[in-house]
């Protein structure tokens, strides 16, 4: 399965107990502001370990645990 996606800026979002977060990954293919906003479409996936973002402490740990350290 592909899609072509005509925006500028694409944002990848996960999808976990039915609430959606962002992973921290954009592209911006290009600089192209839109009423000072660059326009932009959210791809959301399956959460998955792979897409842990770390900010903070207690992402950390949750990352020592899903790792088993």
Not at 12 to 34: A, N
Not at 51 to 56: K, M, P, R, S, V
Request: aromatic letters at 8%.
């Amino acid at each position: 399965m592909s899609a072509y996606i005509t925006t500028p800026m694409v944002t990848l979002m996960h999808e976990r107990d039915g609430k959606t977060d962002f992973t921290g990954i954009s592209l911006v293919k290009r600089l192209v502001l839109t009423q000072g906003i660059i326009p932009w479409t959210s791809l959301i996936i399956p959460w998955s370990i792979e897409l842990l973002n770390i900010n903070t402490r207690k992402d950390l740990e949750l990352a020592y645990s899903l790792c088993g350290k």
